[in-house]
T-cell receptor, first 110, second 115 residues
Framework: SQQGEEDPQALSIQEGENATMNCSYKTSINNLQWYRQNSGRGLVHLILIRSNEREKHSGRLRVTLDTSKKSSSLLITASRAADTASYFCATDANTDKLIFGTGTRLQVFP | GAVVSQHPSRVICKSGTSVKIECRSLDFQATTMFWYRQFPKQSLMLMATSNEGSKATYEQGVEKDKFLINHASLTLSTLTVTSAHPEDSSFYIC???????????FGPGTRLLVL
């Protein structure tokens, strides 16, 4: 399977804490994207990082990419209860197709 | 970003019937749409790539005669699950590729339950 792996599978934190999720993938990529999914809903695009970039920020989100290790991390700072959702990484190997990771279920307690 | 809708949002049907799911790009002309399937607490698995005006491209292991895809216009793709069985019960999600050809925008999903 080409599917990426994410860890942890589940993460529970208190509001205000930071949440870090990791993603590993198997093939060379054009870019890596992070998506968020609320329970039973569609996916929302969060951030895209290209293979020649190492770090990217968007609001409270910070994404890193290490192509030598084929891994990425998503950091959510100062988490809020509304951040509770599943988070997926997805890789694009320049085919327009996205290969999704297994996902991390984040629970933020108020 | 692009706004994508799906209809219906949920459907319950009897085993053996066919179910059609619509995916519409409301503000963007999409030559390419993707169909995914997601089982509970699992990730999204790409089923097929829907190409406007031509045949869909199916991923390995996905039966093209069972999951019929029609992309007759730049704003509409349909997925028909033919002769549905309980194992087809899942969450079906479509997406469109944005103008930058990199970002995908997803519909809200259709939950199918086959009894």
């Amino acid at each position: 399977s080409q599917q990426g792996e994410e860890d942890p599978q589940a993460l529970s934190i208190q509001e205000g804490e930071n949440a870090t999720m990791n993603c590993s993938y198997k093939t060379s990529i054009n870019n890596l994207q992070w998506y968020r999914q609320n329970s039973g809903r569609g996916l929302v695009h969060l951030i895209l990082i290209r293979s020649n970039e190492r770090e990217k920020h968007s609001g409270r989100l910070r994404v890193t990419l290490d192509t030598s290790k084929k891994s990425s991390s998503l950091l959510i700072t100062a988490s809020r209860a509304a951040d509770t959702a599943s988070y997926f990484c997805a890789t694009d190997a320049n085919t327009d197709k996205l290969i999704f990771g297994t996902g991390t279920r984040l629970q933020v307690f108020p | 970003g692009a706004v994508v809708s799906q209809h219906p949002s949920r459907v319950i049907c009897k085993s053996g019937t066919s179910v059609k799911i619509e995916c519409r790009s409301l503000d963007f002309q999409a030559t390419t749409m993707f169909w995914y399937r997601q089982f509970p607490k699992q990730s999204l698995m790409l089923m097929a790539t829907s190409n406007e005006g031509s045949k869909a491209t199916y991923e390995q292991g996905v039966e093209k005669d069972k999951f019929l895809i029609n992309h007759a216009s730049l704003t509409l793709s349909t997925l028909t699950v033919t002769s549905a069985h309980p194992e087809d019960s899942s969450f079906y999600i479509c997406s469109v590729v944005a103008g930058d050809q990199e970002t995908q925008y997803f519909g809200p999903g259709t939950r199918l339950l086959v009894l």
